[in-house]
């Protein structure tokens, strides 16, 4: 039983249900989060919590334990909105963790539905597409991280089993201050188990429809010393899944393992050594479904050919990644210390597909065409050097946190690409082609260009006491980007055979934090960030670059509030924002192989979000989201496109969970999520309209250690598009049900 966990959300009754999540402690909160982190988590596991777990008399709220699906955690220290370890209330921003209790009570399966957890963020997995939708900005604006590290590759955010990770915390709106460019619509990061001072073991079992077989198996040992100086705990986490697809022909099969070592080596030294490796293979892959015609207004698909694959009989998807950290931290006095993280990235992703389809004007027919077939091969080395102090600055309290970010980001992309027609086909029985077998594709990779990324960030953060309930937040970063570009085919005027641009974007916040009152705080805010102008610079061409001599910059405007009420019972957090984006790249109408700088992009949205716990045996959580984003000035073909709504993008999204302890040990569970209308072009001449999604969950606790949970998805089997093209809309999942066994001891 986790400790840590129980205090970030783990404890939903006392006397009823005992946390379904794995161990965590002290060692592990050091090395995510640093002293501060820890000094935290002390203070709260002086409070009686844990006993709580080990009777079952009666159902009651345990007095300081968080249900996973009750009160909003606004007092555990997240390292993602800063890294002076502020708490979610102690920051001058909207900030989400979601914990590992949250994941397992809510059963996310997998990164992109632990990401329904965050207040207006939507997200699908269309293979060659990774799309996450934030504050009205798409995924080149937003930075998704891995245990605070950017990739700078949004495919790298491919989903992955949850099994592995320990949580996600995101910052809505402009945080390159923190993480550097490409941080405009907030920032996503993914939290990697850990090992932790103790000895456990915990295991999962689940099966479920589509032939979904996984098995999930974690340990966590002391493997020398006598839990002092000295000591030393490792942990291995280990995902094997494999299931059909819900389209014909569709199999996928991935296996993910984290392994660490921790090591306390007295004198305020501790060390983190950490390996992970994630296999996914996907043959024949869904690309999408295409709309009737017209294309126009809303958009419309055959219900006969939901389950249908235009892919090519042996199309696939394959990625292979594997992450190195070695985290060095130094407590040198009660006011400095000192973290060091030199990480290691690599990657090869490979596809082979035919990837698009549309009807003929009769909607008798199906075309295929876009075959592709790409590899990408990716490789990140860096070095970050940081420290913190706490102090005093003419006479109030202030700590500051500085340091020194160094990386190279390689990638070689390797296509060849035919976009004419393949075939055609009856779109209810028909038989599609080998990939090979496709007229003017050979097996082989040819390589298209490399693209060399080296960044060097500056950074400074503080905090600053002008009175004791109001604290001044600033932060500031300077970086040093350059890009070197290696064509390896054709030279020619429009293709050089190397090309280098620079960019020095300085990024920052200022914010205000008031506690009005105990548990009550509002919050202001000015922050500032920086974009690639198309696209990421890891994949950037030689037209997205060449005539944009520099990055696009963003600013937000933020205000809002956190709040306890109801003796405790309810928190509640709200958030108010604008932002800008200006410099977007656009296609040069004159030359279709250049971009230029034109344009402006804004949103302004409001955010809510909601927890309670209104009896012992209920929790409920929730949260509603509203944005008006739009283009303010932008052309497209020589059109003006002022106004407009970014494709992909709802104005509202809403979710609610709930949970109700029947008895002590069972427990049922229900989850809501409302995504609102999106337009499927820029000009917004179609779209797709609203949906409405339910999930039920129902788990036993069969004895302390072991508990079943059965769940339910997409409950009334509703037809969604989880995003959508000028041509296809890509569907989401229909009903499917699993069952999951779950041992820990």
Request: aromatic share 8%.
């Amino acid at each position: 039983m986790s400790r840590r966990s129980l205090l970030r959300g783990g404890a939903v009754l006392r006397g009823a249900l005992p946390v379904l999540v794995p161990s965590t402690s002290t060692l592990g909160l050091l090395a995510l989060f640093g002293t501060a982190g820890a000094s935290a988590w002390a203070q709260q596991s002086a409070t009686p919590v844990a006993p709580a777990v080990h009777s079952l008399p009666q159902v009651e709220v345990a007095e300081d334990a968080i249900a996973p699906n009750g009160r909003l955690d606004l007092d555990t220290p997240s390292d993602t909105a800063s890294r002076l370890g502020l708490t979610p209330r102690e920051t001058p921003a909207s900030v989400t963790v979601v914990n590992r209790a949250v994941i397992d009570a809510r059963g996310a399966q997998n990164t992109q539905e632990i990401l329904r957890a965050i207040p207006g963020v939507t997200a699908h997995d269309a293979p060659g597409n990774i799309g996450v939708s934030y504050r009205g900005f798409g995924s080149n604006s937003i930075a998704q991280l891995f245990n605070g590290i950017n990739v700078q590759y949004s495919i790298a955010a491919r989903p992955v089993d949850s099994w592995i990770y320990d949580r996600v915390e995101a910052i809505g709106g402009p945080s390159s201050f923190l993480f550097g460019s490409g941080a405009l619509g907030g920032s996503i990061n993914y939290i990697t188990k850990l090992a932790e001072r103790g000895d456990f073991t915990e295991a999962q079992l689940r099966l479920g429809t589509q032939n979904l077989r996984e098995a999930s198996f974690g340990l966590n040992r002391r493997i020398a010393g006598d839990g002092g100086a000295g000591s030393h705990y490792a942990r291995i986490d280990v995902n094997r899944r494999e299931a059909d697809g819900w389209t014909d022909g569709t199999h996928g099969k991935a296996t993910q393992m984290a392994t660490s070592l921790v090591s306390d080596f007295g004198g305020g030294v501790k060390h983190t050594l950490a390996y992970e490796y994630q296999d996914e293979h996907v043959d024949r892959p869904y690309w999408g479904t295409p709309a009737l015609n017209p294309v126009t207004g809303t958009m419309r698909i055959d219900h006969g050919i939901r389950s249908k694959n235009y892919n090519s009989a042996d199309g696939i998807y394959a990625q292979r990644v594997q992450w190195l950290r070695s985290v060095t931290e130094w407590q040198a006095s009660d006011a400095l210390q000192f973290r060091n993280t030199f990480y290691a990235y690599d990657a090869l992703r490979d596809y082979r597909n035919v990837e698009s389809y549309r009807y003929n004007a009769a909607n008798t027919a199906v075309i295929r065409s876009g075959a592709l077939l790409q590899r990408h091969d990716q490789d990140l080395v860096g070095n970050r050097v940081e420290g913190v102090y706490k102090g005093q600055l003419g006479g109030l309290r202030s700590d500051w946190a500085f340091g020194l970010d160094f990386s190279v980001n390689r990638q070689t992309r390797f296509p060849n690409s035919l976009p004419g027609v393949v075939s055609t086909v009856n779109p209810y029985v028909f038989a599609t082609e080998r990939f090979f077998e496709v007229p003017g594709m050979v097996p082989g990779f040819r390589p298209d260009r490399g693209n060399k990324v080296t960044t060097t960030g500056l950074y400074l953060e503080n905090r600053t006491a002008l009175q004791p309930s109001l604290h001044l937040v600033t932060a500031l970063r300077h970086e040093r980007i350059d890009l070197d570009l290696v064509n390896r085919r054709t030279v020619d005027a429009a293709n050089p055979a190397t090309f280098h641009r620079g960019y020095k974007p300085t990024t920052g916040r200022i914010g205000l934090v008031w506690d009005v009152a105990p548990g009550a705080s509002l919050y202001a805010q000015y922050a500032t960030a920086a974009d690639p102008p198309s696209g990421v610079l890891s994949t950037a061409s030689f037209a997205d670059v060449r005539n944009n001599s520099e990055l696009t910059t963003g600013r937000q405007a933020e205000v809002g509030g956190k709040l306890d009420f109801w003796q405790g019972k309810g928190t509640a957090t709200l958030a108010a924002y604008s932002i800008r984006r200006s410099n977007i790249a656009s296609q040069d109408p004159n030359n279709s192989a250049l971009t230029v700088l034109v344009g402006e992009q804004s949103s302004k949205g409001v955010e809510l979000a909601l927890g309670l716990q209104p009896a012992p045996q209920w929790s409920l959580q929730g949260n509603v989201t509203y944005v008006d984003a739009r283009y303010e000035r932008f052309t497209q073909g020589g059109v003006s496109l002022a106004g407009r709504t970014p494709t992909n993008t709802p104005a509202v999204v809403a979710n609610l969970w709930a949970s109700y302890a029947i008895t002590p040990q069972l427990q049922a569970s229900a989850g809501l999520r409302h995504v609102g209308k999106v337009y499927a072009d820029a000009a917004n001449t179609t779209s797709w309209p609203a949906y409405t999604l339910l999930d039920l969950g129902l788990s036993w606790k069969l004895s302390r250690s072991v508990t079943v949970v059965g769940r339910i998805r997409n409950v009334t089997n509703k037809i969604y598009a989880a995003n959508v093209g000028t041509t296809f809309a890509y569907l989401g999942a229909p009903r499917t049900a699993d069952v999951a066994l779950r041992v820990s001891f």
